[in-house]
Nanobody, 125 residues
């Protein structure tokens, strides 16, 4: 059974940092792209960042470029999202998701087949 479990969310003040972690099981982790999405109340789910499987290439939404970094540790089946300089508009539930391919492609939720339950990020101004 494929499982993705997020952790690391919390409440921070604007300008502070958080590290989110996504731990996966049930598939050959290094073969697949893993992405982070987020959803704020009343808004659509949006792609934040993705890291490819075999080549580790990365993709970021324009809104988080230069502030967020993504990395993966294939030995631990884990993807990390380091979020710096957080803004109130970064708040929401953050989900990690697996794409059924090695490459990230477009950060569109419909292209990702497995999802975690999410972790809440709250940023106070």
């Amino acid at each position: 059974e494929v499982q993705l479990v997020e952790s690391g969310g919390g409440l921070v003040q604007a300008g502070e940092s958080l590290r989110l972690s996504c731990t996966a099981s049930g598939f050959t982790f290094e073969d697949y792209a893993i992405a982070w999405f987020r959803q704020a109340p009343g808004k659509e789910r949006e792609g934040v960042s993705c890291i490819g499987g075999t080549d580790g290439s990365t993709t970021f939404a324009d809104s988080v470029k230069d502030r967020f970094t993504i990395s993966r540790d294939n030995a631990k089946n884990t993807v990390l999202l380091d979020m710096n300089g957080l803004k109130p508009e970064d708040a929401g539930i953050y989900y990690c998701a697996r794409r059924y391919s090695s490459g990230c492609g477009r950060l569109q939720s419909g292209r990702f087949v497995n999802w975690g339950q999410g972790t809440q990020v709250t940023v106070s101004s």
